[in-house]
């Protein structure tokens, strides 16, 4: 089957193109076969992107997409109170099929907004898994490992289970997400440790999200956070770092020796009353990416919404505005993601080879009109409604404000307020 994208204006995010051409994009099943200008071959199917934008489709490096019913559930409470009074409480009472309901509607949410690769951290396997099989979203899955409630070797069990349920699924991807040095005891993380490196998966974990954690860390192991990592073998191991709010000028110089990235969250650590990450020094020395975090958190995940916050939040915390530009924001969101989760030769970039994960944007709306410079108009100004097709592996998977996909939006509205209706006690 071959399409042909045809007359869009295409930013490719690759090295040795420039920033912007007018090309047509020829597909080959689910994957980029040429870049050309004038595509006169044969096609199957033949749209014409006339006046429209084509980007890579947006990665999302950390989030819990299970958390869909948490949606603007804290306004005022610090991380440590939002886990302990709000969030495990809440979650102790899902079960598989709110789970699943839950990740779908997040699914939902992020093919309107133009994600079409997520990196996924949560506490239920099959719920999450299943939903992304139906969405057809693309995904690096990590089970929730953590042993401070007695669950440790469970998490180990289900987690081996679903690996062999779904791991030929071409769109799915498996790491190892051990939970953070708080909910993990030493030992459990050098298991986990030994277990990516077995399988050959990378690591994704929660790290030096505030201040009080860094100083557990540091009382806990009586050394810098990094040299922790070290300490129980995760530096052996591809890392990804969600968050990284505060890392020494010692401990980001070290992870410059080993294969790191860094995944800035900047809304959800504003909302949780964190802090800044200093990403102007971090990619300096690693691999700096972007995510949203579960929306408990960040309430939305429309990864435009939190583009719009990094390079802002670098230029006022520099009192610079030269640290930072809108172009390093969209690599952040795209290519940096594939390199961060291992699969920047297949994706992040539109590029001959790469699979079919593409989003057209139709700036024709007075929020992105007129155009001065059409990178900032991405970062800064594109909507939900600006999003005209998000295509994953070649498929389309929404057009012209429709989902083609295997169910009825409003039933999972349906669904998911109804759970929460349960969880509330009505």
């Known amino acids: 089957m071959i399409k042909v994208v045809k007359n869009g204006t295409v930013v490719t995010m690759a090295e ?11 597909i080959e099943d689910d994957t980029i076969k040429e870049l050309v200008k004038d595509y006169d071959g044969p096609f199957d199917s033949i749209e014409y992107a006339n006046k429209k934008i084509i980007i890579p489709g947006l990665i999302n490096c950390h989030s819990h997409h299970g958390m869909a019913i948490f949606k603007g559930i804290n306004d005022n409470l610090t991380l440590d109170d939002w886990l302990n009074k709000k969030i495990w409480p809440l979650e102790s009472k899902l079960t598989e099929e709110d789970i699943y309901y839950s990740t779908l509607f997040s699914c939902m949410e992020m093919i309107k907004s133009g994600c079409t690769c997520t990196n996924e951290m949560y506490i239920n396997n099959d719920g999450t898994l ?12 990590g089970s929730n490992f953590m042993d401070i409630n007695g669950k440790g070797d469970e998490c180990f069990t289900n987690y081996r289970n679903a690996y062999v349920k779904y791991k030929d699924n071409p769109l799915i991807n498996f790491c190892i ?32 999200e505030n201040e009080n954690e860094v100083d557990g860390i540091i009382k806990n192991y009586d050394m810098d956070p990094v040299d ?21 000028d010692y401990g980001i110089q070290k992870l410059s020796k080993y294969d790191v990235s860094i995944v800035h969250n900047p809304v959800s650590n504003l909302d949780l009353g964190c802090g800044i990450a200093d990403i102007t020094k971090y990619k300096k020395y690693v691999n700096v990416c972007l995510g949203t975090d579960g929306v408990g958190s960040c309430n939305q995940l429309n990864m435009f919404y939190h583009m719009s916050f990094v390079d802002l939040l670098q230029k006022g915390m520099y009192k610079d505005p030269t640290v930072h530009s809108s172009y390093e924001t969209l690599k952040m969101a795209t290519i940096n993601g594939a390199k961060a989760l291992g699969l920047d030769k297949e994706i992040g970039s539109i590029e001959v080879g790469k699979k079919a994960d593409l989003v057209v944007l139709d700036l024709e709306h007075t929020t992105t009109l007129p155009i001065n410079d059409l990178i900032v108009d991405i970062v800064h100004n594109v909507h939900s409604n600006n999003i005209y097709e998000t295509i994953i592996n070649g498929d389309i998977v929404y057009r012209d404000n429709m989902l083609y996909l295997p169910f009825m939006e409003m039933e999972i509205r349906d669904r998911v307020n109804s759970i929460l209706r349960r969880l509330n006690g009505e």
């Open 228 to 248: 922790a990592l070290e300490s129980v073998g995760l530096l052996r191991n591809k890392l990804i770092l969600a968050h990284g709010t505060f890392i020494s």
């Open 177 to 208: 997400a051990p939970h953070s040095l708080y909910t993990c005891s030493k030992a459990y993380l050098k298991r986990c440790s030994d277990y990516a490196l077995k399988l050959d998966m990378p690591i994704h974990i929660h790290f030096c």
């Open 130 to 141: 299943q939903a992304f099989a139906d969405t057809k979203i693309r995904c690096l899955y």
């Open 16 to 26: 040795n193109r420039p920033i912007c051409e007018k090309l047509d994009i020829v």
